[in-house]
Every structure is written in C-alpha cells, then in structure tokens.
C-alpha cells in the first residue's frame, strides 16, 4: 500500500514531514488590533472554509540517525485536533519510533497528544526537550494562583505532561538541543516559546512555533496578537522583527498554525507581508 503524502521538505540529511492533528476551533473576536469584520474579510479573501478554525500542525523529522517529533497536537483536548497518532500511522511511524519530541511551548493544542486515553505517556520511549523557563512558568504555584479560571486548566494540562516525562525530560537554556538543531527563543507568546532551526548541507528551515495563529491575517498585519499570546505587545514585537528576518533572508518557514500546507515563504510587500506556500 502506498504511503499517504503528507507535505514535506528535504533539508540536506533532514527530511521534514508536516502531520496534521487537526484543527481547534476558536473565534476571530479573540484578536486585538483589529476589527472581527475586517479579520473576516481577510480570511475570506485568502479562501478560509471556517474562516475562525485554526489548523494544527506537528513536524516529524527524520535524518542523522534520528526520529523527532516537534510538538505533539491537541490530542482531543477540549474536542480539538487528535489526529496525530493515525496520520503518524500513515506516514510509516509508530509511536516507540519517536526518540525525541522538541516542544516549542506547553499550550494544551501542543503537548495534548502527549498523553493518551488513558493518561499516559504517548511516547514512551521520547525523549522530552523544552526550554527551562517553559517548564518553570507552568510549574510555579505563583503563577497558578493568578491564574484565570481558563489558564488554570492549561497549567494543570502541562504539569500533567511534564509529571508524565520527568524521567526523560531535558530542559534547555541556550541554543543546542541536537546535533544540526538549534533552539530560537520567540519571545511573547509563553515564558519559554521556542523556534527550532533545522540546518544540514547548507539548507535551513525555522520551525517557528505560534508565531501566527491566523496566517492570512496576522502575515499581513504582524501588529495582531491573540488572546493565547501571554504578552501581546512582546508576541507583536517579536513576529515583526522575524518577518522582516525570514523574508529578507528567504529562510523557508513552518509552523504549528501555518495551515495544513505546512510550508512557506515570506515575501515582503511595501510595508506589510505576504505567505507563499511551498506546493
Ligand atoms: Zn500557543
Ligand atoms: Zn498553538
């Protein structure tokens, strides 16, 4: 039987394969800077069915003797997303194949497929690696205790997740994590959200974490953040600063919300910015 065909690049000795868990449902009223009808518009100009469902996407990379994983879908979490596991299945890849998952942050629609059904580890055989403030924000009793009623469920989601790895978690606090890996600190959207930058005979990818939630939207208008992001001024910051770097220097992009395409481009338009996809 043939392999089903999921998006993919080759970096050099990395082959990169987009998985799709599915998408989450949310509303457009959660951006700021920018009026509903007008976020609409947009969607509906780039040809967006549901024009207020988020896609949700998981990286596989294979290459330099290894099966990564980054980031792991919602895994059903409040109804959203769940289909990792099956379309991993489809792509050739068993959960004990996976020996490291690089995590860009802890939000429940990231480490959700981290557990199964039953509560456990999804992974077991995965290595766990995140970023050291990542781990501390969602595990200080402080910062649970100021918590809204909605945020509260997602720190008690990524103690879960962390509880469950413990044993084979590995935190960072610089930019190596694996050999041809570097870690990008992407400031604004959690206290540790990370990209990852694949480089190997001279071609690169920067998976870019939750950059964008709305791609069609927040490309064009990089001064849009959304109710996820935990500082919306720094998140603002930090997507014009990258988009003005990934389209200057044509890095080749992906990301967790960049659409089941799972590739791009960013081209720069006068003051504003455009995605082209990699078909
Ligand atoms: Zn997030
Ligand atoms: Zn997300």
Redesign the pocket.
Known sequence: MNKMKFPGQQIGEFSITAISDGYLFASLDLLSNIDPMEASKLQQDAGANDPSSIHINCYLARGKGRTILIDAGAGGFKQWGGKLKANLALAGVQPSDIDAILLTHA?P??VGGLVDSSGEAAFPDAELVVHQHEVSFWEDDGNLSRASERARGNFLFARKVFDKYREKMRTFTDNEVLPGISAMPLLGHTAGHSGYRLESDERSLLIWG?IV?FPQIQIARPDVSIA?DQDPLLSAATRSKLLDVVSSDKILIAG??LGELGFAHVERIGKTYKISYEI
């Open positions: 939000h629609d990231h939750d939630h996820f967790m919300h």
